[in-house]
Structure formats: C-alpha cells, structure tokens
C-alpha cells in the first residue's frame, strides 16, 4: 500500500527529497510519518504529518533541516532533507494509519512518534551520507 521512494547516495551537505506514495483512498482522519533505521541502531522516529489540518512534527535530530508535507490528491507525502549529516544514513520507512474515529485521530496524534501507532508500513529506501 505504501511505496517510498528518492533514496540515494549523497555528500553531506547535500539534499534528498523522499516521497512516499499510498494506494488506499485518502481518508482525511490519516498520520502518516517518517522512521529511519540506521546501522546497528533501533528504528527512530524522523516526522510525522497530520492529513486533516497539515499539522506536523519532527525529531529534534532533522528538526530545521527537514520538511514533511502532503499532497491530498495523490495520497502522497513527501519529506525535504536539507544539510544532510552522514548520520542522517539510514533506511527510511513510511507508514500510515487512518481511522474514521476523531477520538482515535486524537489518539494517533499523541502517540505519532511511536512505530506501534502505525500498521501500514513502507519498504523502506536507503538514504547514504557521506562525509
């Protein structure tokens, strides 16, 4: 359901904008977000985009470097990496949960930097940073 692509091998300082395409019918009651898992280390919350209002999120580690946003139309979220660091090398899911419950989407929301919250996941594109 979810295709991310725009991975690459870049230098540091350098950009990539991944993107993250979902097949299911947009739900305006969806989160999606970004994680990243790098070598040897735990899956970690990077951003998360509420589709309802737009709000968004971010780990404090890309917080200023990255942009998340979504295009409604295409069910399709993006994610705009800008200086990025060689510890920013990782490979970068996207996921998803929707619900039509407003309670629930509240509940997402608060919960929307653990990988639990979202069922749906990516195949994961690898993002390379050298230094």
């Known amino acids: 359901q979810l295709q991310a692509s725009g991975g690459g091998s870049v230098q540091a300082g350098e950009s990539l904008r991944l993107s993250c395409a979902c097949s299911?019918?947009?739900?305006?009651?969806?989160?999606m977000a970004w994680f990243r898992q790098g070598p040897g280390k735990e899956r970690e919350f990077v951003a998360a985009?509420?589709?309802?209002?737009?709000?968004?999120d971010y780990a404090d580690s890309v917080k200023g470097r990255s942009t998340i946003s979504r295009d409604n139309a295409k069910n399709t979220m993006y994610l705009q990496m800008n200086s990025l660091k060689p510890e920013d090398t990782a490979v970068y899911y996207c996921?998803?949960?929707?619900?039509?419950?407003?309670?629930?989407?509240?509940?997402?929301?608060?919960?929307?930097?653990?990988?639990?919250?979202?069922?749906?996941w990516g195949q994961g594109t690898q993002v390379t940073v050298s230094s």
């Open positions: 996921a998803i949960e929707a619900t039509t419950s407003f309670l629930k989407y509240v509940s997402m929301w608060k919960n929307r930097g653990a990988a639990s919250t979202y069922p749906y």
């Open positions: 299911r019918r947009t739900s305006s009651l969806q989160i």
């Open positions: 985009i509420a589709w309802r209002k737009g709000n968004t």
